[in-house]
Structures are given as structure tokens and as C-alpha cells.
């Protein structure tokens, strides 16, 4: 039995799934141009699917692909509540972040479809794929009509702007293809203009680099540039969006395993850095930001506590250097003491040596020794002025 586009499309409505869209399984060489020279120039960020031969070509993953069906899942912008007031500093994880993992989301979404459509035709076979798949996620959904891809490289879709989850799922059914969207930012440049880390190229491309959302993710220590740039942000970045033109009044709560919890989301910083990995699996693990594990988040809590020059953190960051086993963690919390520390600190500037020279006898690495170090030059300057 043959599925009609129009039954897809109805069952993808009940089965909660926003917009959705379908393109033809042919390849999307017309990308491997600019992808080749992205990565030469250095602006990958390492997280993409290794092999382009396979992001490019469905057929190289799926025998006989005919169509490519594209969902798109919208998720709010702001939060109904806020967090409890207390006398702790808050950070905040970015709105892609909020709710269970958006990937569980997705995947349970099309599972359900592919449920319901085998149940009308069992030849029917798919390849679902979320984020982590083969596939350019953005260039099929646009392809699919799902939206066009702005200037910060996000889709952006007409009901929802760019705050969507993509997914999609190659098939062996064939349906008429829908209408890619050309761009329609115009001379619009807001995005560009707030990057402050100027990772957006003005294209659609970016330098993944030095986005602060890779930033954040990464497990060494973050970048000199990138530290005062993140605020109190420890996971993602919305400015992009948040500037966004197509994005004003756009915040829609259709999915409630998407909605955010205000103390998670906005979560207590100081606690953060004694989490347990029990702790941090029960109060984050089913956040799309907890996937890089627990560090990243610590190494960004304590950044984001120099940000809010929070001095009461200073008891906790001296712990931390003194006793945390992991080098980044120590290193992160001594360039955090050499920025909240005050004129003249003595017993701050001691603790910093001690433990500068203790890494050296350890013989840690250069960028470890250089946080020290420029903690150091900090307080001593501080101590001289």
C-alpha cells in the first residue's frame, strides 16, 4: 500500500510533531565547497559527523533512499517562573538546553511516526536522525521547506523563528518534494553586530571556534577571549537569536516535556562546583547540556562566578585549587581568584604561588601554568597599584 504526503502530514500533526516538511534524497553536493574550505580555515568544530562523503550523499547510509521527511519541534524562549531568590549567584543555560534532551524528544516523536506509517505500508523503511546524524540537519530541513537558513546559520521557520529542533528521516517512499526558502534576512545584520566573540561570518557560516556555544562545550580550558564574553552562561549561547528580528514574541510552550525547570536552567553556581557525579546526573542529566559530563559545566560555573565578581565564592575556588584532582578545574578556579581577589591580598597571592609551583613540579602543562601565572600578575599588580 502506497502512503499519500497527506497522511504523513496528518499523522505527524496527531502525533504532536509541528512542522514538517519533504525533499528528495538526492545529495547535497552544492555544499562540499564551502563545508572543505570551513574546515580548512579552521572554523569546524570538531562535533560534526567525521565523514563528508556520508553528509553529503544519503545513499551512502541508506540503501535506495527516495525522500527525506523533515520535522521541525518548537521550544519556548522564556520561562513562566523564576527561580527562588536566594543569596547564591544563578547562572543560566541556554534555551535549546531547557526541558529533557531535545534529542530524546526528537527521536521519540519520529519513532512514533515510523510506527504509524509501517502500520500502513511494511515495506516502508526509515533512517531517523537527530543532530548527531549524517546529515546537514539545517540544509535538509531548508531543501524540505521547513524554513530558510539565516545569516547565524540557524533555520528559521515562519511560526516559530529559529527557536526549533530538527530532525529528519531518510525513507524508501517517494513524495513530492516541497520548496526550499531563500534567505530573507536582507541587509539585516543584528546577529553579526551582537556576536561579541565575532564567530558569525555574514553568510550563514560561522567560525564554530570561537562561538561561544562551542566554547562552552569543550573540556580543555576555555578560551582567554571567550571567558568575560559568556557572563553567567554555562552551557550554549542565545544571542543570535535572541537579536533576531524573526524571532520577537516567538515563545511557544506545545511540548511539556520542554518545559524548563526555573533552578535547573538557572542553577546556583556555587553548589555546582561540589557536585558528585550522582548529584550531577540526578539534577542535570537529562538536560541536552549535560552531555559533555560534569566538568565543562564546573569549569564554566567558575568562570561565570568571576564574571559576577561573586567574592563569597573565594573559600570554595581556594578549595577547589588546592584539592581538585582534574588540572583545568584547578587552573580555572585560580584565574577566578586572581579576578576577584582584592587589592593586596597576601594570603590569596601566597596560595596562588604555592600551587603555581606545585604544577610546575608536577610538570603540567603550558596553558595550565599560564592561568597561574597570569593570577599571579593580577594580584601582584593589584598588590603595587
Same mark, same amino acid.
Given at each position: 500500500m502506497s502512503i499519500s504526503k497527506q497522511q504523513v502530514i496528518e499523522l505527524s500533526q496527531q502525533i504532536g510533531i509541528d512542522k514538517i516538511g519533504f525533499t528528495t534524497a538526492d545529495n547535497?553536493?552544492?555544499?562540499?565547497?564551502?563545508?572543505e574550505a570551513q574546515k580548512a580555515a579552521g572554523h569546524t568544530s570538531g562535533f560534526e559527523h567525521p565523514n563528508l562523503d556520508e553528509r553529503l550523499n544519503p545513499a551512502l547510509t541508506f540503501d535506495h533512499p527516495k525522500s527525506i521527511i523533515a520535522?521541525?519541534?518548537a521550544y519556548p524562549s522564556r520561562m513562566k517562573e523564576s527561580p527562588v531568590r536566594t543569596n547564591l549567584k544563578?547562572?543560566?543555560?541556554a534555551r535549546a538546553s531547557w526541558g529533557i534532551d531535545y534529542h530524546q524528544i526528537l527521536r521519540e516523536k519520529m519513532t512514533s511516526l515510523i510506527k504509524q506509517l509501517k502500520g500502513l505500508d511494511?515495506?516502508?523503511r526509515f533512517k531517523p536522525m537527530v543532530d548527531t546524524g549524517e546529515l546537514v540537519d539545517v540544509a535538509v530541513a531548508n531543501r524540505a521547506g521547513l524554513g530558510f537558513i539565516g545569516k547565524n546559520g540557524l533555520l528559521i521557520t515562519k511560526e516559530y523563528g529559529s527557536f526549533v529542533y530538527l530532525g529528519e528521516m531518510i525513507t524508501n517512499l517517494e513524495f513530492e518534494a516541497d520548496t526550499p526558502i531563500p534567505c530573507q534576512c536582507g541587509d539585516c545584520t543584528r546577529c553579526i553586530d551582537a556576536c561579541p566573540v565575532r564567530a558569525l561570518l555574514g553568510n550563514g557560516k560561522m567560525n564554530a571556534q570561537r562561538c561561544l556555544s562551542y566554547q562552552t562545550q569543550t573540556k580543555g580550558l576555555m578560551s582567554d577571549f571567550a571567558r568575560k564574553k559568556t557572563r553567567n552562561v554555562i552551557y550554549g549561547c542565545d544571542i543570535c537569536q535572541l537579536v533576531c528580528p524573526f524571532n520577537q514574541g516567538k515563545d511557544f510552550h506545545l511540548h511539556k516535556e520542554m518545559t524548563p525547570d526555573p533552578d535547573k536552567v538557572r542553577p546556583e553556581l556555587l553548589p555546582i562546583l561540589s557536585l558528585s557525579n550522582h548529584d550531577f546526573?540526578?539534577?542535570f542529566g537529562q538536560m541536552a547540556g549535560s552531555w559533555r559530563g560534569k566538568k565543562p559545566l564546573q569549569r564554566n560555573a567558575i568562570i561565570a562566578l568571576a $564574571?559576577? $565578581?561573586d567574592r563569597s565564592a573565594i573559600p570554595k575556588l581556594r578549595e577547589v585549587m588546592d584539592g581538585d584532582?582534574?588540572?583545568?578545574i584547578r587552573a580555572t578556579a585560580a584565574y577566578a581568584l586572581g579576578r576577584l581577589a582584592k587589592p593586596g591580598d597576601e594570603e590569596i597571592l601566597g596560595d596562588l604561588q604555592s600551587a603555581y609551583q606545585k604544577e610546575r613540579t608536577e610538570k603540567s602543562d603550558a596553558?595550565?601554568?599560564h592561568d597561574y601565572q597570569v593570577a599571579i600578575n593580577a594580584v601582584q599588580r593589584q598588590k603595587n597599584s
Open positions: 547535497f553536493e552544492y555544499l562540499r565547497a564551502g563545508l520535522i521541525a519541534l544563578r547562572g543560566q543555560f511494511e515495506t516502508a546526573k540526578a539534577g $564574571n559576577l $565578581n584532582v582534574r588540572p583545568v596553558l595550565i601554568l
